[in-house]
């Protein structure tokens, strides 16, 4: 038997708060230089990170990384359309500024993982589900609304554009039970994924209350209005539900023995303060010390220190 302590663990979406940071700075800033900018970037990145560290102490923190939009293979063969048209004004320096905040990570001891063929989100859905029996809690840093499905009595997904958020399983339970239901035939715009013609939001909502999901929906057609029994029972209907539950169900399955191969249970991430690494790293990115004077606040050492 393990005797070891169960981990608490925060997961993050990494390619999301990077890009919701750029916005803050873009929102904020009114620098023209882009040095600043990317200075001014990375810090709110940075911030919105260790404010999550300061009022909850996790002991291993994984951020999750896209993989690069050219090699998204297997969602675009089913789906050609997928995510098309999405625009990234930070194109010019967004791959540096990934960079520099990887090298942040690896000062910090902060663990990260991509997959070339994956998600983020599926490689958060494969983290949680691999270690939900062996942490006390986990919380998922994101914006993404995709996530929802993941949140039990365990799993938290902290959210917010303004500040954070935490959706919680408990407040939430019922409309956990059917959301990814609801997506699959209300669609996702911001994926360029169509939901099912003559079924309004209302509708749908309305319908899975009824029958509690979308297998109950199908499993009643006889019960329904005509108007729906048609839609439900037209075999073009049934393909693109078929297809949609195929885009928007999360992967679970992409954590091996032979990926993230440290031993979690004795891995801690660690306050940069504390590394001389860090203070090398900000005289080579000419960022000053005192911006991250706030992570003080967030380290035991730290604090025993004054």
């Known amino acids: 038997m393990d005797n070891r302590k169960k981990i608490k663990l925060l997961v993050i979406d990494f390619n999301n708060i990077l890009f919701r940071s750029l916005y803050i700075s873009k929102t904020v800033s009114s620098s023209k230089n882009g040095k600043s900018f990317f200075a001014f970037a990375f810090l709110i990145f940075f911030r919105i990170i260790f404010s999550i560290l300061k009022n909850r102490r996790y002991s291993l923190v994984i951020a999750c990384l896209d993989s690069k939009p050219?090699?998204?293979?297997s969602k675009k063969r089913i789906f050609p359309e997928y995510k098309k048209g999405r625009?990234?004004?930070?194109?010019?320096f967004f791959p540096s500024l990934v960079q520099t905040s990887l090298e942040f990570f690896s000062i910090a001891k902060f663990v990260w993982w991509h997959n070339h063929f994956s998600e983020a989100d599926d490689l958060i859905g494969s983290v949680v589900n691999r270690f939900e029996q062996k942490s006390d809690y986990i919380d998922i840093l994101s914006n993404d609304e995709d996530l929802r499905p993941l949140v039990s009595e365990k799993i938290r997904l902290l959210t917010g554009k303004k500040s954070i958020q935490r959706v919680s399983f408990l407040e939430n339970k019922k409309s956990f039970s059917f959301f990814s239901d609801f997506r699959v035939l209300a669609g996702d715009k911001s994926d360029k994924i169509k939901g099912i013609r003559g079924v309004s939001s209302e509708t749908a909502l309305y319908f899975l209350s009824k029958y509690n999901s979308l297998g109950g929906i199908l499993s009643?057609?006889?019960?329904?209005?005509?108007?729906?029994?048609?839609?439900?029972?037209?075999?073009?209907?049934r393909r693109q539900l078929i297809r949609n539950i195929s885009l928007?169900?999360?992967?679970?399955?992409?954590?091996?023995d032979n990926v993230l191969v440290y031993n979690l249970f004795d891995y801690r991430w660690i306050c940069p303060l504390h590394n001389f690494s860090f203070y090398l790293f900000l005289k080579e990115k000419k960022i000053s010390i005192k911006n991250f004077e706030f992570m003080k606040s967030q380290c035991p050492?730290?604090?025993?220190?004054?």
């Open 70 to 73: 050219r090699i998204r293979v």
């Open 87 to 92: 625009s990234n004004p930070w194109k010019k």
């Open 220 to 237: 009643s057609t006889d019960f329904l209005p005509p108007r729906l029994r048609k839609i439900f029972n037209n075999r073009l209907v």
């Open 248 to 256: 928007m169900k999360l992967r679970t399955d992409l954590l091996d």
């Open 301 to 306: 050492n730290c604090q025993r220190l004054k």
